[in-house]
């Protein structure tokens, strides 16, 4: 259940070069089958057996690999279920923080989406295929976007065209090969399948297609992928003359046929194609690497690799974190310069991850082997497109409070109080997620519930959050209603409080809202530092004191807090900017 005849499927584990990484090998199988299982319909969680039948491997490698992942924050384990995390797209972010693709090209997508009010896609080739790697999306009802590291089949989309005009012959191999074992698409979860083996075209017809695409500097996808969907791609450069990637500008025929958005896309695109390439060309700007993040597990700043040796012993796979270590480091920034996008040589990679050259050279041969790294042959590695099929689309279609929930959860079972995360609307606050603890006398709030901003400890928390001016225009038009007998009605008493909450990063509200109540919150905050939403833990105000409540709670809330910010920065790294705090209920 491979996503690409390219890719060594899930159970060939076993037949690649001498001295290849054994561990890292049984690892990246079971982490593309859970991915394959996931999309395939089995849902985001599966259980271990069907990773056992998928990769072929032995239930306790397959339990050894779970638990290896699981400490390097990876994967998930709920009982008898599995499910892919977000932290795990730091993999996929290091190819693309490597390629530059996202810092070059995300600001002229959305630019072209504005002016085209379409959606704009880049995508790259990998292998017969073509894999997303830059969207811009047009908020509508029906929605025309892929996710980032979805892979399409070359033959069925626009960008494929330009691609296979450059294909070698050992390509077209492989495609023929992939179309007869696959005649359906049925390994590209992405798409629709095909009806029937009768409706695939000639595959006559897409080398014609190609050749035109090379001729004309452009392809048309007339509803190859689906009924209804249209798109126009152009190619974008490297400085050698090769074809770099595709811009990719995608409608509706209920807006456009294939020939009015030619019309009105075609010279748009060609108009940006010299900035582009120019864009591709020169120095990335330095921003901060997108593919850190506080440890999964245990004290924050303490090296999760090591820590998870600790915890599980001889049951950790440490050849496995060893080579996903390397993986990741093939993208991570040198101090105070650019990404690597011409690769990393050896002797970088063994000083980024703090191993031995010996045991980096042996991972990076296994990557190589594998399709997760490429080589100049000499001295350079860089990661290739193929790393986004390690759980990245599926990842990437999260929202905020997808991400969350996870966290919630966990902080509920450690605490045993209901935790809820709430967005700021108006003057209210509105709930966005909610995990409630089991107690014979409990909080009941639902999804959707409001209430007042001011009489709320995530309230005082977004309202600390809002800058000088947005903070004085609420406080100025508020008229303050008395909820309970505790609840502060002094315009200047609230603007005091709310001073103390930005300054000591937390608010306590007790029995303000309601008698017998009281909660504790702390802000969420995006990768610009912006409180996008507050988190909080609501207890009935006779479990001790305001101050007990501070002591006992706020660190795990904390904690919880940064572990959600870690990974909306993760998951957000190579989506646009702000996204989360346009959107921070949205999923």
């Not at 996710?147 to 399409?152: A, E, S, V």
């Not at 105070?336 to 050259?357: K, Q, S």
């Not at 100049?376 to 860089?382: E, H, N, V």
């Amino acid at each position: 259940m491979s996503l690409s005849a390219a890719t060594p499927p899930v159970n060939a584990v076993g037949g690649l070069a001498g001295g290849s990484v054994g561990p890292l090998e049984r690892g990246l199988a079971v982490l593309r089958a859970l991915t394959a299982l996931s999309a395939h319909g089995a849902g985001p969680a599966v259980r271990p057996g069907d990773l056992v039948r998928a990769t072929g491997l032995a239930r306790s490698v397959v339990d050894r690999v779970l638990g290896t992942l699981q400490q390097l924050g990876y994967v998930r384990l709920d009982g008898r279920e599995v499910s892919l995390a977000t932290r795990l797209m730091e993999l996929g972010n290091a190819y693309l923080a490597a390629s530059g693709l996202p810092d070059a090209l995300l600001p002229f997508a959305e630019r072209l989406a504005d002016s085209l009010d379409e959606s704009v896609s880049v995508a790259v080739p990998d292998g017969d295929g073509v894999r997303f790697v830059v969207q811009a999306t047009r908020r509508r009802t029906m929605s025309l976007a892929f996710r980032i590291g979805d892979l399409l089949p070359a033959e069925r989309c626009a960008p494929g065209a330009l691609f296979a005009a450059e294909w070698d012959e050992r390509t077209w191999a492989d495609w023929r090969a992939r179309r007869a074992a696959d005649p359906l698409d049925a390994s590209f979860p992405a798409i629709p399948p095909r009806p029937g083996p009768a409706d695939a075209p000639d595959p006559d017809a897409f080398a014609h297609r190609a050749k035109a695409a090379a001729h004309d500097g452009c392809a048309l996808d007339d509803q190859l992928i689906e009924p209804g969907l249209v798109a126009v791609a152009v190619p974008l450069r490297d400085p050698a003359g090769r074809i770099a990637c595709a811009v990719n500008v995608v409608s509706h025929t209920s807006r456009h046929d294939i020939a009015s958005l030619r019309r009105t896309a075609l010279a748009a695109l060609r108009d940006r194609i010299p900035a582009m390439e120019a864009a591709l060309a020169a120095p990335a700007e330095v921003r901060p690497s997108p593919i850190g993040g506080p440890p999964a597990v245990g004290a924050i700043g303490e090296d999760p690799a090591r820590l998870a040796k600790r915890q599980m012993g001889a049951g950790f796979l440490q050849s496995l974190a060893r080579g996903l270590t390397v993986l990741r480091a093939l993208g991570e920034r040198p101090p105070g310069g650019p990404p690597p996008h011409d690769g990393m040589p050896l002797t970088a990679v063994a000083e980024a991850t703090g191993l031995a050259r010996a045991t980096a050279r042996r991972s990076l041969l296994t990557l190589v082997e594998l399709g997760y790294a490429a080589t100049d042959g000499a001295r350079l590695f860089r990661p290739t497109p193929r790393v986004l099929e390690l759980g990245y689309a599926p990842l990437a279609g999260l929202g905020f409070t997808d991400i969350a929930r996870p966290h919630l959860r966990e902080l509920v079972g450690a605490v045993h109080e209901s935790a809820s995360l709430a967005v700021l609307d108006g003057g209210d606050i509105r709930y966005v997620e909610r995990v409630p603890t089991v107690r014979i006398m409990s909080v009941n709030i639902t999804i959707g519930t409001r209430f007042p901003a001011y009489a709320t400890s995530m309230g005082r928390v977004l309202l600390a959050g809002l800058d000088t001016d947005a903070r004085a225009a609420y406080l100025a038009d508020l008229d303050p209603q008395p909820l309970t007998r505790h609840t502060l009605i002094s315009v200047p008493g609230l603007a005091r409080v709310l001073g103390g909450v930005a300054e000591s990063g937390y608010a306590l509200v007790d029995e303000e809202l309601e008698e017998g109540l009281r909660s504790l919150a702390v802000p969420v905050r995006d990768a610009d530092g912006r409180v996008v939403a507050a988190l909080n833990l609501a207890v009935h105000a006779g479990r001790g004191t305001p101050e007990d409540t501070v002591r006992t709670l706020l660190p795990p809330l904390r904690t919880t807090a940064t572990r959600i910010e870690a990974d909306l920065h993760t998951a957000f790294a190579h989506r646009p900017r702000g996204l989360v705090a346009r959107h921070p209920s949205g999923g």
